[in-house]
């Protein structure tokens, strides 16, 4: 266990306060309990999508070889497209994605920056999200609710609550305003967290739970 092992490693050297702790532990011992909590940072996906880059970065990700397999996941939560394509540009221009939707048997492409902001957003984090439920990875996501339909939103939540669909064990770690999905229908107790002031104006992350379930 981390706990114990860190008790009785780290009366071997003394601390540097200058470098977070657990790097600090990385590079002064070699405890496979150590490199597993490392791992779990190295191997996990980050997004924040309070970044406009991460939106413009998202296109430059898409692989149309995934076509298939996003566009099954999107047509699941009721988002019409009928594939994508890639076009390749001169390497410091990056790749242009097209959307394909086919209306009265007419094929239409559209510029994924000419979707909704919402479609934009499923398309990017899709490859994310099935890559970790494949593997069973974390990916930890700020502001996931932003430009989701709550419906969306819960999707996606649920998806990683079904035993059937996450068989490898994944996790989605997100902060969200949305207080749709705040239930204990959607979430146990222990897994939301608020983030409240205290009186003297400091940040603190509390759970709390009203008396009939809901926050």
Known sequence: ????????????ARFNPSLPYLSFLCINFDAPVIKEAASWFLDGVFLNYN??????????????DDSLEITRFLRAVDVRIDGFRVEKAPEWRGQRVFVKH???GKGYELRL??????????????????AA??????????????????KLL????????????NKSGAQLIFSSQDVSTMRNDVFRR??????????????????RR??????
Do not use: N
């Open 210 to 215: 009203h008396p009939r379930g809901k926050w």
């Open 190 to 207: 222990d897994e939301m967290v608020c983030r409240t002031r205290r009186g003297g104006g400091e940040p603190a992350m509390v759970a």
């Open 102 to 104: 086919e209306v009265d």
């Open 51 to 64: 970044s406009s880059y991460l939106e413009q970065m998202l296109e430059q990700l898409l692989d149309e």
């Open 133 to 150: 439920l494949e593997r069973g990875g974390t990916v930890v996501v700020d502001e996931l609710d932003a430009k989701l339909h709550p």
């Open 1 to 12: 266990e981390l706990g114990p092992t860190l008790r009785k490693l780290v009366t071997a």
């Open 154 to 165: 819960r999707y996606v939540i649920l998806l990683f609550k079904d035993p059937e669909v």
């Open 113 to 130: 920056s000419e979707e909704s902001a919402g479609t934009q957003k499923l398309m990017g984090l899709a490859s994310f999200l099935l």
